[in-house]
Nanobody, 124 residues
């Protein structure tokens, strides 16, 4: 139900944009969407999330931007000033909005639907 795309190779300091297409209009609008990443040998970590507001990991604040287009059922991640240590498989994820007041979760376990991942490689 989630299809991520847009990964590739870039030099340090470069930019990439990722996309994640979701199936089902109602499904998309009623979910918090997020991006995670996982480098080899490391835990999957939260990068950015978006419901009515946005939340970013401290390490990407000011460089990454998450956005969504509800009409296209798509969430995006624009990544600027990329660093070699940010090479990883990037995953999009979704979790249902369960209450009027909510916080964007950052734990992997809080997300129930995952895309297949897209590789981002940043060379020095």
């Amino acid at each position: 139900q989630l299809q991520a795309s847009g990964g590739g190779s870039v030099q340090a300091g470069g930019s990439l944009s990722l996309s994640c297409a979701a199936s089902g209009r109602i499904f998309f609008e009623s979910n918090i969407m997020a991006w995670f990443r996982q480098a080899p040998g490391k835990e999957r970590e939260f990068v950015a999330g978006m419901g009515r507001s946005t939340l970013y990991a401290d390490s990407v604040k000011g460089r990454f931007t998450i956005s969504r287009d509800n009409a296209k059922n798509t969430v995006y991640l624009r990544m600027n000033s990329l660093k070699p240590e940010e090479s990883a498989v990037y995953y999009c994820a979704a979790t249902p909005i369960r209450s009027i007041i909510y916080q964007i979760p950052t734990r992997r376990a809080d997300y129930s639907v995952w895309g297949q991942g897209t590789q981002v490689t940043v060379s020095s």
